[in-house]
């Protein structure tokens, strides 16, 4: 059994109800249909889960401790194939590589002295790593505490080793541990030197990447072969997989940077990205955190403006703006307005849509009592919500596409306003449906026989829409090819 179907939270089409959806669409160009893959949301408590499955394993195959092979899983990228093949090659070179020495075990005198400090403790008082080298207890603490406080945590394991010297410049090399570090070390470092276990644990697993959220403690663990994903969790925030920035299909990574990068800010104290107001005033409000700043420079609002009387800003926004605009055509100004406006005002449709889901989830929990007592029975009427959700964004880009066409793309820019006028229609009769016509259900008090035919009629127009939203996807990521090919077929024909 895949360790991941017993941990976490995976995402199938049976987990829409608790909001764990993570269906990605591939987003890399050329491709010839949009790609559904699936992701696993891990808490804190999974990923530790996780690596206990790798330590366990490397330590069965060397028949080394739990704490050596954590050590062992640390220093070489927590690469389980890898540690075993070269375990199999040469033990003892991985050993030495990674400070795991193989030396007779100190004898049990009563009373001994310490090789860092040289001061005599009871034997009880002294502790040694692989190396043999007996060290006390302050010692040990000291040794620990100073390098985990006072070192980056991409060189503990560098600078984790055993206090005493063998030679006039040289250390020992026997590696320190978790074993050790749970023992000796302070409650504040212990927790650092997990964390970094945890972290290193992440960053080095090419399916894992930690949740973009500020503050967020999940990672997120995909699929092999997706490609250019979105990707969405249990909070309901979708972003990239590749840049980790807000979900941007159809357009790519690039696109989608040059047009944040003009249009949008992340806030610097919750760093969620937020669209730059219409009125183009440079004070922007967070809504979610309630942070003011200078849209940009970025700075806080209240701290600038203080002895100021708040009339006065000093950044050089002015002058950048009026340059800007002295560059910028007519046509072009106008084309810009259009797209941000669209862009915006799908932006916050979306939004709302997302509000909108907990009240789905009370009325499937409703009818639930009268129309169908099995809830999975029900995820039909959340699947159009979050179908509506995904429409609105592949809309809000399409507009920015279509912003960087070029202005003799005229088959092009024709074909992707045709395009977003069926998405919208499809959109408008999905919503219609989900919402007015699912009202009078709630109000039963026994079950209805229209009940089936409105889940028929709102299950097939959520899979219309779904079918249009991906060739949409589809398209625009192939680069509208259809026109293309369109224009050499009737320009070869011009041509005879």
Request: net charge negative; charged share 25%.
């Amino acid at each position: 059994m895949d360790n991941n179907s017993v941990i976490g939270s995976e995402v199938d089409a049976e987990a829409d109800e608790s909001y764990v959806n993570a269906a990605l669409e591939d987003g890399q160009t050329g491709k010839k249909s949009v790609q559904r893959n699936y992701a696993t949301v891990l808490t804190e408590e999974d990923i530790r889960a996780l690596m206990e499955i790798d330590v366990q394993s490397v330590s069965d195959f060397t028949s080394l401790s739990k704490a050596e092979a954590t050590l062992l899983l640390s220093h070489l990228r927590w690469n389980v194939d890898c540690i075993c093949k070269q375990w199999s090659a040469g033990a003892q070179s991985v050993r030495d590589s990674v400070g795991l020495l193989e030396l007779d075990p100190p004898s049990d005198d009563n009373e001994y002295f310490c090789g860092a400090c040289g001061e005599s403790h009871p034997h009880k008082n002294l502790a040694s790593v692989s190396c043999g080298h007996r060290i006390c207890t302050r010692c040990w603490t000291s040794h620990i505490n100073k390098i985990i406080s006072e070192k980056p945590a991409a060189e503990w394991n560098l600078w984790l080793k055993c206090p005493v010297r063998v030679g006039l410049h040289a250390s020992c090399p026997a590696s320190v541990g978790l074993e050790t570090i749970e023992r000796f070390a302070s409650k504040r470092e212990k927790f650092n030197y997990n964390q970094y276990l945890l972290r290193s644990y992440v960053d080095n697993r090419e399916t894992m990447k930690w949740h973009p959220i500020q503050g967020s403690r999940c990672a997120i663990d995909l699929s092999p072969g997706s490609g250019n994903a979105s990707v969405s969790c249990h909070r309901l925030v979708r972003f990239c997989w590749n840049c980790r920035e807000d979900a941007h299909s159809p357009v790519d990574c690039k696109t989608a940077a040059k047009w944040l990068l003009e249009n949008a800010v992340p806030c610097p104290k919750c760093k969620l990205r937020i669209p730059r107001n219409q009125d183009n005033s440079l004070k922007m409000k967070c809504l979610p955190c309630n942070y003011v700043f200078c849209w940009f420079c970025h700075v806080d609002w209240i701290e600038d403006m203080e002895g100021t009387g708040g009339d006065l800003h000093f950044c050089t926004f002015d002058a950048v703006l009026s340059d800007q605009r002295g560059k910028m055509s007519e046509s072009d100004s106008n084309r810009y307005e259009d797209c941000y406006e669209n862009w915006d005002s799908n932006e916050l449709l979306m939004q709302k849509e997302q509000a909108n889901l907990p009240k789905l989830d009370t009325i499937i929990q409703e009818l639930s009592n009268t129309q169908l007592e099995n809830v999975s029975q029900l995820k039909f009427i959340l699947e159009a919500g979050l179908q509506i959700i995904e429409c609105r964004r592949v809309l809000e880009w399409t507009y920015v596409y279509g912003y960087y066409l070029r202005e003799d793309e005229v088959g092009k820019q024709n074909l992707l306003k045709d395009t977003q006028e069926r998405l919208k229609k499809f959109v408008k009769n999905l919503k219609h449906c989900l919402e007015t016509n699912l009202q009078p259900f709630r109000y039963e008090e026994e079950p209805s026989k229209d009940f089936n035919a409105f889940r028929i009629k709102l299950t097939e127009l959520t899979s219309l829409t779904r079918n249009h939203y991906e060739n949409v996807v589809k398209d625009v990521e192939n680069g509208l090819a259809s026109v293309v090919s369109e224009g050499e077929a009737s320009g070869s024909g011009r041509n005879q």
